[in-house]
């Protein structure tokens, strides 16, 4: 008997999916239970298991649970070399997913600066770099990123156009579509931990041009 398709906003169970800069590991445990398998799903960290154990209370937890369901789960993964990563480079996916790329802590409280934006905007462009050459043939990228100044000056479009890829379509970002999804600051410090609010954002998501 196959097993029935299903679906969560833009994520379907049948979709191969990579996620990459995972936090704690609550959207990939949010798709999987969605979904009551994580078999299609490869989840990864820039941070090592050690480093998430620091940052997030629940990470570890959260990652138990998503290696029950049959997630791949993959450790200290920079979004500027994964397309030459033999763990993940063999591979090719339906969906790649970056919810709310950022440079790093360094930035925190400095997101106007010239500085910050253009370290922002090099993390996107090498992540898109990357992704292009890992997507099937009708594959998506989706990138989740804030709507308002200064992060609209990342200039999202701008970026992946460069890469030859082209806007499919951008849907608004809510919260609440997401059971369990809880967002964080990460980065490193003292608050990695904790909560920040989303505020006005949108998934943009790419196809080869």
Not at 9 to 25: A, P
Not at 116 to 134: D, P, T
Not at 167 to 196: A, M, Q, T, V, W
């Amino acid at each position: 008997m196959e097993i029935s398709e299903k679906w969560i906003r833009h994520y379907s169970s049948k979709h191969k999916i990579l996620l990459v800069g995972e936090g704690n590991f609550s959207f990939s445990l949010c798709l999987a239970s969605a979904f009551g398998s994580a078999m299609n799903i490869t989840a990864t960290s820039l941070d090592s298991e050690d480093e998430l154990c620091v940052k997030y209370m629940d990470a570890m937890d959260n990652i138990n649970i998503l290696k029950r369901y049959g997630c791949d789960i993959q450790h200290e993964v920079d979004v500027h070399t994964m397309s030459f990563d033999n763990s993940l480079s063999l591979q090719r996916y339906d969906r790649i997913v970056f919810n709310f790329p950022h440079a790093g802590s360094r930035f925190f409280g400095r997101e106007f600066s010239a500085t910050a934006i253009e370290s922002h905007k090099e993390l996107v462009r090498g992540f898109l770099e990357n992704a292009k050459e890992m997507l099937e043939e009708d594959g998506e990228i989706h990138i989740t990123h804030k709507t308002t100044y200064p992060f609209s000056d990342w200039g999202i479009k701008k970026l992946a156009k460069g890469e030859g890829l082209k806007l499919l379509k951008k849907s608004k970002f809510e919260l609440s579509h997401y059971p369990g999804y809880i967002n964080k600051r990460g980065s490193g410090g003292r608050r990695s931990d904790d909560y920040f609010p989303v505020g006005e954002c949108s998934t943009y998501m790419f196809i080869q041009s």
